[in-house]
């Protein structure tokens, strides 16, 4: 099978090949394998997430694309002193990171400071017609170059699908999208006192977004699947109370899940933490795919699979720590305890870490990793 063919019968429960593998590398880790045997020509493309030629050498089955759905304000780049980058981001916000490596990063001066910035912000939250494409084959994040015209976009669009991957457009949730412009502790402070403000941000969002995925259709650039990056939990549960979430977001969430199902493209969803309590209700918007699913939250696929059945793919849950740490007799016996049932069942799930992969691994092991996962899938 090719990775196309692979994937869509791994999420239909018919039996692939092989359990379909894809993965999200930290930049330092890439770094760190270049110095213990990994190819350097073998790194192109988007590394975190895995695609391009990191994709080729691994043998990933999943390709991206990633939608630019921000107000665009102006991107400028206004600090580099060789170990740290600061710029201001067309989302509205200005990030301090790590240079050449993945780290928290310090995020600050939100644009919408106030209910009256929102209003002159609003109006950016419409598709322009004659702006440039809302989408390429570079991640939004750190997107410091122009974007293309929609024919280059579509042309670039159809190299990806040439590669015969299961191609993923990744965009941020409505959640996600407004605490990029309000703040973070802004937003949490909003959804308890007024979440009326908060449901007209992350609405305008959700119309933005909704505008550019048809645009992109009538574009010719047709995905399989829509990867929606909404960070709902943390370790220990959720970062809003459920009641709220499904007040507030809830709604949004199921009319990205009503399009996509019109369409005919597969709705996945990245959410940090655990935030199983919705788990039903996003499965009630569409959602067919939950990763990374991390393991240090409590979450463990076998379990998952045995309360939600067929009505859920899984996408990740290898623990990293134990990738890092553990005696190769651990991490097989993981990776048969979470993999095998999947075997047995016809299909349901897709190798990836628990979150990605940090420097602490070395390249060695998570190669041992990724044969354990052919042969035991």
């Not at 928290?104 to 939250?125: G, I, K, P, Q, Y």
């Not at 280059?152 to 965009?171: I, N, P, Q, S, T």
Request: aromatic letters at 12%.
């Amino acid at each position: 099978m090719n990775s196309h063919e692979r994937v869509v019968r791994a999420l239909n429960f018919q039996r692939p090949d092989r359990v379909p593998m894809s993965d999200a590398l930290w930049e330092d880790t890439v770094t760190r394998w270049h110095d213990e045997g990994l190819p350097r020509e073998a790194v192109s493309g988007d590394v975190f997430q895995g695609s391009g030629g990191i994709a080729d050498y691994f043998g990933f089955d999943i390709d991206h694309v990633s939608i630019d759905a921000s107000p665009r304000l102006e991107q400028k780049l206004l600090h580099d002193d060789g170990d740290y980058v600061t710029y201001r981001d067309r989302f509205g916000y200005t990030v301090r990171k790590s240079k050449g490596k993945s780290r928290t990063m310090e995020f600050s001066n939100h644009v919408t400071v106030d209910r009256e910035a929102w209003e002159r912000l609003r109006e950016r939250f419409v598709l322009q017609p004659g702006d440039a494409a809302r989408i390429d084959t570079a991640s939004y994040f750190m997107h410091m170059d122009a974007y293309p015209t929609w024919a280059e976009a579509r042309r670039k669009f159809d190299l990806v699908r040439g590669r015969k991957r299961y191609v993923l457009a990744d965009a941020y949730g409505p959640l996600e999208a407004t605490w990029r412009h309000r703040g973070f502790e802004a937003l949490l402070i909003d959804v308890a006192t007024d979440p009326g403000f908060v449901a007209d941000m992350a609405g305008a969002y959700t119309d933005l977004l909704l505008s550019i995925l048809r645009r992109c259709l009538d574009e010719g650039i047709r995905p399989d699947g829509f990867f929606m990056v909404e960070d709902l939990g943390y370790t220990r549960g959720m970062l809003i109370s459920p009641r709220i979430w499904r007040r507030i977001f809830k709604p949004l969430v199921g009319r990205l899940g009503e399009f996509l199902r019109q369409e005919g493209l597969t709705f996945w969803m990245h959410c940090c933490g655990n935030a199983e309590l919705v788990f039903e209700d996003l499965i009630e918007c569409g959602v067919q795919v939950i990763q990374p699913l991390e393991a240090k939250s409590g979450l463990h696929v076998r379990d998952l699979a045995r309360k939600y059945g067929r009505r859920l793919c899984y996408w990740g849950n290898i623990d990293v720590v134990n990738m890092a740490n553990g005696t190769d007799a651990e991490v097989e016996a993981e990776i048969r305890d979470k993999i095998l049932p999947f075997v047995e069942a016809g299909g349901g799930y897709l190798y990836h870490s628990d979150h990605s992969v940090p420097p602490e691994v070395s390249f060695s092991r998570y190669c041992y990793v990724l044969d354990l996962v052919r042969r035991c899938g």
